[in-house]
T-cell receptor, first 113, second 114 residues
Framework: AQSVTQPDIHITVSEGASLELRCNYSYGATPYLFWYVQSPGQGLQLLLKYFSGDTLVQGIKGFEAEFKRSQSSFNLRKPSVHWSDAAEYFCAVGAHGFQKLVFGTGTRLLVSP | EAQVTQNPRYLITVTGKKLTVTCSQNMNHEYMSWYRQDPGLGLRQIYY???????DKGDVPEGYKVSRKEKRNFPLILESPSPNQTSLYFCASSSGQGLNTEAFFGQGTRLTVV
């Protein structure tokens, strides 16, 4: 069965520092991978996605993620965090084509001044 | 503007009182889904639909019903809500076609069952 693990429940980063959020997946076939962000009281916004091709994927708001098949990972990175990046971040894998997204449990990012 | 619209955004109800949460999308998408979000569990799929009159169970379907009579609408029905259905609910839609597809999510419905 497909699964996604986000090992960090909370992460605190100083404003201007770099960020890496970890995501490991389990999926038998070539995965479709996604990162979503959820700001307080808001729905989910797609940051970036990986389907195939270049393993380094650029997204919105300055985020990028790298797909590493050998490590079953799809970590999200940002070189310099802004206070507005404080939110909850979800990694997801697309299963059964696009019928279903399997989500990780999320990582809450706190940004300190 | 492409969007998924859920109503209501907030709902407090009593145990056993039937309710419906509506979901509508304006993108002519084939795929629609309902998820619930609970602390420490992330989002879990309740039901999904591949097209009109085609629905199937997700991971946590117990206590829920859905219908897909029109392509744009996918209501979630709780016939006899219980407190363990207190949660944040999201509707999502996607075209499911090609490599540029993505899931669009509604703003969420926060349901409290007392």
């Amino acid at each position: 069965a497909q699964s996604v693990t986000q090992p960090d429940i909370h992460i605190t980063v100083s404003e201007g520092a770099s960020l890496e959020l970890r995501c490991n997946y389990s999926y038998g076939a070539t995965p479709y991978l996604f990162w979503y962000v959820q700001s307080p009281g808001q729905g989910l916004q797609l940051l970036l996605k990986y389907f195939s091709g270049d393993t380094l994927v650029q997204g919105i708001k300055g985020f990028e993620a790298e797909f590493k098949r050998s490590q079953s990972s799809f970590n999200l990175r940002k070189p310099s965090v802004h206070w507005s990046d404080a939110a909850e971040y979800f990694c997801a894998v697309g299963a059964h084509g696009f019928q279903k997204l399997v989500f990780g449990t999320g990582t809450r990012l706190l940004v300190s001044p | 503007e492409a969007q998924v619209t859920q109503n209501p955004r907030y709902l407090i109800t009593v145990t056993g009182k039937k309710l419906t949460v509506t979901c509508s999308q304006n993108m002519n998408h084939e795929y629609m889904s309902w998820y619930r979000q609970d602390p420490g569990l992330g989002l879990r799929q309740i039901y999904y639909s591949m097209n009109v009159e085609v629905t199937d169970k997700g991971d946590v379907p117990e206590g829920y019903k859905v219908s897909r009579k029109e392509k744009r609408n996918f209501p979630l029905i709780l016939e006899s809500p219980s407190p363990n259905q207190t949660s944040l609910y999201f509707c999502a839609s996607s075209s499911g076609q090609g490599l540029n597809t993505e899931a669009f999510f509604g703003q969420g419905t926060r349901l409290t069952v007392v």
